[in-house]
């Protein structure tokens, strides 16, 4: 398969996963800015913001609320995220596949931030990915009662 979010969407290519349904998915980002830094995409692959239909693209932002949400409730303590889509080549987008960033920031993190973009690794990228996928669960019992 071409498209390398398309084979993660097919369980081609592997993820941790955060999110599953039956049109989004989100997983973490290979190379990340921060703890947590989360990937939501639609699996039916589009391109870029031009091809996509708006519905899409409020879906999108809408689990990308959760995460961000499930991302300070979470074991990873963030005060905010960063909420981003690069649409096309001339924003830095590199993947192909419409996909919008959430990266969860904690105050005063400007001096890890920095070093982030740089270095781009999280030394436990499974523990992030437990503990976001156990604050999108307890979320999720809260909106139950
Ligand atoms: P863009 O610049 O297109 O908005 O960002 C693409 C993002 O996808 C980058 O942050 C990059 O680290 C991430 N990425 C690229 N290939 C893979 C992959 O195979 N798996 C995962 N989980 N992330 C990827
Ligand atoms: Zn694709």
Known sequence: MACVFCSIVAGEAPALRIHED????AFLDIRPFTRGHTLVIPKRHTVDL????PDTVAGLAVLGQRIA???????????GNNIAINDGKAAFQTVFHLHL????????????F?????LR?????????RLLRAALAN???????
């Open 101 to 112: 960033h959430v990266v969860p920031r904690r105050t005063g993190d400007k001096l890890s």
């Open 139 to 145: 979320l999720d019992e809260t909106a139950q009662d």
């Open 22 to 25: 039956d049109e989004f998915l």
């Open 114 to 118: 920095a070093k982030g973009l740089v």
């Open 69 to 79: 949400k499930a991302a300070r409730l979470s074991g990873l303590h963030a005060d």
């Open 121 to 129: 690794r999280d030394p436990d990228r499974a523990a992030s990915a």
């Open 50 to 53: 031009t091809d996509t239909p």
